[in-house]
């Protein structure tokens, strides 16, 4: 998936992030709660909201998220290589003005001005968004490129990928399990409209197949992280 072509996009939708952004990427203004965070020292809060991946980055990984800049450009990367991903997803690729155009809409959804106003959610948002697209991508091509009668087969296996990374970004904000499941049913609605048929039960099983197993990584994580970090 990682092509030239595709770092070229990704890298020319970063820039009108930037532009989308810039009096974020250019300011650092603190709500109380952003204070209260920047001074929390216990982050098992996250994992006991069901956000298990969120605490184990703030844990281990970003032990500080209240900081001016990287958490808006970290951000913009996953909002960009995430886009970019699902426009290949729903065969949209080939139409490059289409994508620059729609890409301002996707980028300042409403939705994401509610998230990112609580700074420790800006990373949350970026991986949850870079990863939940992962998931739909995977699961386009599947249904696209191979064999349809071998999905529920050994074939089966290559949709695990799919399932844990869909399984990380719930782990980050359970919506994103919503985002997956809204994209695919996009993913049905413009086959739907290009075939004139309705979806393949081979596709609709790995459809379920991924949200299933999706779930049940996530569970199970949640599970044993809540179990070994002490905050059940």
């Known amino acids: 998936?990682?092509?030239?072509?595709?770092?070229?996009?990704?890298?020319?939708?970063?820039a009108i992030f930037v532009v989308l952004y810039l009096f974020e990427l250019t300011n650092f203004t603190l709500s109380i709660d952003d204070?209260?965070?920047?001074?929390?020292?216990?982050?098992?809060?996250?994992a006991q909201q069901g956000r298990w991946v969120a605490y184990l980055l703030e844990r281990f990984v970003v032990t500080q998220p209240t900081l001016p800049y990287l958490p808006i450009l970290v951000f913009g990367i996953g909002i960009s290589l995430g886009y970019?991903?699902?426009?290949?997803?729903h065969g949209l690729t080939d139409k490059k003005y289409f994508l620059f155009i729609l890409f301002p809409?996707?980028?300042?959804?409403?939705?994401?001005?509610?998230?990112?106003s609580f700074r420790p959610n800006i990373f949350h948002c970026g991986l949850g968004v870079c990863l939940t697209c992962y998931a739909i991508s995977s699961f386009a091509f599947e249904i696209r490129q191979h064999d349809k009668s071998k999905i529920l087969s050994y074939e089966t296996l290559r949709l695990l990928?799919?399932?844990?990374?869909?399984?990380?970004a719930v782990g980050l904000y359970q919506s994103f399990y919503l985002f997956f499941v809204?994209?695919?049913?996009?993913?049905?609605l413009i086959d739907l409209i290009d075939r004139k048929r309705l979806p393949e039960t081979a596709s609709v099983a790995a459809f379920g197949f991924i949200c299933l197993f999706g779930f049940v990584f996530y569970a199970l994580a949640q599970k044993i992280v809540l179990r070994t970090s002490g905050g059940e």
């Open 182 to 188: 809204a994209a695919c049913l996009g993913i049905f």
């Open 161 to 168: 990928p799919a399932s844990l990374a869909l399984a990380l």
């Open 105 to 116: 809409v996707f980028a300042i959804f409403p939705t994401w001005f509610y998230l990112v």
């Open 35 to 46: 204070e209260f965070a920047a001074f929390r020292q216990d982050h098992i809060v996250w």
């Open 1 to 14: 998936m990682i092509t030239e072509e595709r770092i070229t996009l990704v890298a020319r939708l970063l």
């Open 84 to 89: 970019s991903l699902l426009s290949s997803g």
